[in-house]
């Protein structure tokens, strides 16, 4: 019986080698080889003493969307690579939300849309410029800035008829309406109301404050206009104003530090009846000072 003697080419073995190289070179990291996931943990590190953090935010990739409760969100879709703009922000009453700018609502009170609310919630937001790479996982961590800045303004009067005071209210001026929290451009200069409270207990018992929360203050002016009324009418009503200008003039920066000015209010009598100036506005301890 003849046998038949089969040689396999040496051509074929290198080949099979070839095809297990390029087997090799297909192999990815991810399930998804080309695109990126994405995954956003929230930062709340920058906030004031005693400010809770929010129980409801949102993170904005592109044209993604989503509302988170934990402290990290998985994107629930994979992105094609590239770069985006990754907004975070928490929703807030008395703030809404456009792109990156944020707007205080109108107020509320008896003056109506005269002034800007004087009490939105605490707002927190940030804009972070990220890079996609497909066949990857990533793990970006987004720094939510307060937004928001307490002010409290202390007044002491001065005088005979101190004690007769029986109201008093007003508005601030100069104050930021919106906030591009992009580019930390503060515009729609706005008017907010301030309603006066006497404190009646503790190291400030007979001064009188008033306390709001602001994006910021916008323009060259800051001013205070307020109206004060005494019991019976005796003696008539007076007008304060007084420049803050100088005072507020770094209220923009260190948001989560709440600023306390304190002024004295001085009565002048004369001819055409008694006025009321401030005689100096001063950052104050606001230690004895509650809190809004």
């Keep these: 019986m003849d046998r038949k003697i089969i040689y396999i080419p040496a051509i074929i073995t290198v080949a099979a080698l070839s095809l297990a190289s390029?087997?090799?070179?297909?192999l990815y990291d991810t399930p998804h080889p080309d695109k990126g996931k994405v995954a956003v943990t929230a930062?709340?590190?920058?906030?004031?003493?005693?400010?809770?953090i929010p129980g409801l935010w949102r993170a904005?990739?592109?044209?993604?969307?989503?509302?988170?409760?934990?402290?990290?969100?998985?994107?629930?879709?994979l992105f094609e690579?590239?770069?985006y703009r990754l907004i975070t922000y928490n929703p807030a009453d008395g703030i809404t939300v456009a792109g990156t700018t944020a707007t205080i609502s109108a107020a509320s009170g008896e003056r109506g849309n005269a002034f800007i609310s004087g009490s939105p919630d605490w707002f927190f937001a940030g804009v972070?410029?990220?890079?996609?790479?497909?066949?990857?996982?990533?793990?970006?961590?987004?720094?939510?800035?307060?937004q928001i800045r307490q002010l409290t303004l202390l007044l002491e009067p001065a005088g005979t008829v101190a004690a007769a005071i029986e109201d008093i209210a007003g508005g601030l001026s100069g104050v930021a309406g919106t906030l591009d929290f992009a580019t930390g451009t503060y515009g729609g200069v706005s008017d907010?109301?301030?309603?006066?409270?006497?404190?009646?207990?503790?190291?400030?018992?007979?001064?009188w404050k008033a306390t709001v929360r602001m994006l910021g203050i916008a323009g060259d002016t800051q001013r205070l206009s307020a109206t004060v009324?005494?019991?019976?009418?005796?003696?008539?009503?007076?007008?304060?104003?007084?420049?803050?200008?100088?005072?507020?003039?770094?209220?923009?920066?260190?948001?989560?530090?709440p600023l306390t000015l304190?002024?004295?209010?001085?009565?002048?009598?004369g001819e055409v009846g008694m006025t009321a100036t401030i005689d100096k506005w001063e950052e104050v301890n606001a230690g004895n000072v509650d809190a809004h």
């Design 22 to 26: 390029c087997v090799k070179d297909d």
């Design 43 to 52: 930062d709340w590190s920058s906030r004031g003493e005693n400010v809770e």
């Design 60 to 77: 904005v990739i592109g044209d993604y969307t989503a509302e988170v409760t934990g402290s990290t969100h998985e994107a629930e879709r």
């Design 81 to 83: 690579p590239g770069d």
């Design 128 to 146: 972070h410029e990220i890079t996609v790479e497909k066949d990857r996982e990533h793990a970006f961590t987004a720094a939510m800035l307060q």
């Design 192 to 207: 907010v109301e301030l309603d006066f409270k006497k404190i009646t207990e503790g190291a400030d018992a007979g001064k």
């Design 229 to 257: 009324t005494y019991a019976g009418g005796n003696p008539q009503s007076v007008t304060i104003e007084s420049d803050l200008s100088v005072a507020l003039a770094g209220f923009n920066t260190d948001k989560t530090a």
């Design 262 to 269: 304190g002024g004295t209010m001085v009565e002048t009598h």
